[in-house]
């Protein structure tokens, strides 16, 4: 199940609801809006994580901060109460309020949702984005159905079981042109009456990877500093000299995300958020 598929079977399966009551929006409108935002929190936590320090401090902010709420608590996602914690997370990613905007603005052409409300959604979409990725990373990924759903037989469910219950009798959009799966902007595409017609690069399927033994979270975060077993590196130095790592923690920590997030966190790179992301930064003079 990939983060936007967590966000919307988030809240016991009432994700969309919890979502986009707060906002006004209808659930088609909000698996949209979640579909184009998420993927560009994901690419600015791969572009924060190529080197080691980013990769720390992203298990530190994870390891403390209790953002599986945001998936959970349905108090915690208001936007009043995910606000500051969200736009804390923005502020790190982005840099600047400036990138927020532009692509609150770039998803609001593709969905047709208003840009006013897309900004307004991007930091409590960035706070759940945490929550899956510490979930993932604490192995607590999994999550109800979406009530009414048929489910069947077919295992993990998927974003077409998630349209077949906005729709309603559990029914699935056929895929466009003859291709088997379809896909989501295929999915989203027929959802929203065939989208802003703009031509995009499916993001690549992670590799498959037998997670390393042993270790969640923590153990990970120890090991990266030199606290744990098989410490190579001398973690944190308090004398203003480099911190030095354990490489192959971080070569496992690597793999890790690049399993949850896509892409390759050594460039930053892995999807079409990214390519996003580096033209907003192109525009804006970053």
């Known amino acids: 199940m990939n983060i936007v598929e967590m966000i919307a079977r988030s809240h016991n399966g ?15 409108q909000t698996l949209a809006a979640i579909a184009e935002l998420a993927p560009m929190v994901t690419s600015g936590v791969r572009r924060n994580t190529r080197q080691p320090d980013g990769m720390v401090s992203l298990f530190e902010a994870l390891s403390g901060g209790r953002h ?143 997670p390393a033994p042993g270790g969640g979270l923590d153990d990970l975060l120890r090991d990266i500093l030199g606290g744990g077993m098989g410490g190579g590196g001398t973690g944190r130095s308090s004398r203003g000299q480099p911190p030095s790592y354990n490489d192959d923690a971080i070569g496992r920590g690597r793999t890790t995300l690049d399993d949850i997030l896509g892409g390759d966190t050594r460039t930053g790179s892995g999807s079409a958020a990214d390519d996003l992301l580096d033209s907003v930064n192109r525009k804006l003079g970053y």
């Not at 919890?18 to 659930?27: A, D, N, T, Y």
């Not at 936007?79 to 309020?97: E, M, P, Q, S, V």
């Not at 960035?126 to 109800?144: L, N, R, T």
């Open 14 to 28: 009432q994700g969309l609801d919890v979502l986009g009551q707060q906002f006004g929006l209808s659930r088609e």
């Open 68 to 210: 599986e709420r945001y998936l959970d608590d349905d108090a915690a996602v208001q936007f009043d109460t995910a606000r500051n914690d969200g736009n804390a997370i923005l502020g790190h990613l982005f840099g600047r309020k400036e990138v927020s905007r532009e692509v609150a603005m770039h998803a609001a052409g593709s969905t047709g949702i208003g840009g006013a409300i897309l900004k307004k959604m991007l930091p409590v979409i960035a706070s759940m984005v945490m929550g899956a990725i510490f979930k993932k990373m604490s192995g607590g990924a999994s999550a109800p159905a979406p009530r009414g759903g048929s489910g069947g037989g077919q295992g993990g469910g998927g974003l077409g079981d998630i349209i077949g219950d906005i729709l309603g009798g559990g029914r699935k959009p056929q895929p466009r042109g003859g291709q088997s799966g379809g896909g989501l902007e295929d999915i989203l595409g027929d959802l929203l009456g065939g989208g802003s017609g703009r031509q995009r690069s499916p993001a690549p399927q992670p590799q498959q990877r037998t």
